[in-house]
């Protein structure tokens, strides 16, 4: 451990590098973000049995709608619900994966204005540590 003092801008360039560094991993373990509108992010859809079913879910895994093909339902409940479950969990599945995209976003424009803060915050930082080590020097000569 070395006596060297600790200054503000050390201190603050040490937290924006450290922020950085966690912000690349996040966005490292995302997806890559996909071209859409922001009600899109919000909405998936699901098809199973050849797309005669089809469910619509809503962020928070809301189902919204659900179409069978009529001519479905001639093979039993028991393999239309299971064409059901099918439609509902693909549904579910992309919307996970546009919420993931979405949060990626996210991530990258916090980074990009992150990248964007830390040179001149440091700098000010700098200045104003020389500022108060001025103003210790004077204090210590007018003793």
Do not use: K, W, Y
């Not at 360039?13 to 922020?19: E, G, I, N, P, Y």
């Not at 049995?49 to 919204?64: H, K, M, P, Y």
């Not at 064409?83 to 599945?93: Q, R, S, T």
């Amino acid at each position: 451990m070395t006596n060297e003092p600790i200054t503000p801008a050390a201190t603050l360039d040490d937290l924006l590098t450290s922020t950085q560094q966690m912000l690349a991993m996040l966005r490292s373990q995302a997806v890559e973000p996909a071209d859409g509108d922001a009600v899109a992010l919000l909405r998936a859809e699901g098809t199973a049995a050849d797309g005669r079913v089809t469910a619509t879910v809503v962020q928070g895994g809301r189902l919204a709608s659900l179409t069978v093909d009529p001519e479905l339902l001639r093979q039993g409940s028991e393999a239309v619900c299971d064409h059901v479950v099918g439609a509902v969990n693909a549904a579910l599945a992309e919307l996970d994966e546009r919420v993931s995209e979405s949060a990626r976003a996210d991530v990258d424009a916090l980074a990009a204005r992150l990248g964007g803060v830390r040179e001149p915050s440091a700098r000010r930082m700098a200045m104003f540590s020389q500022a108060m080590d001025d103003v210790a020097a004077r204090l210590h000569r007018d003793r």
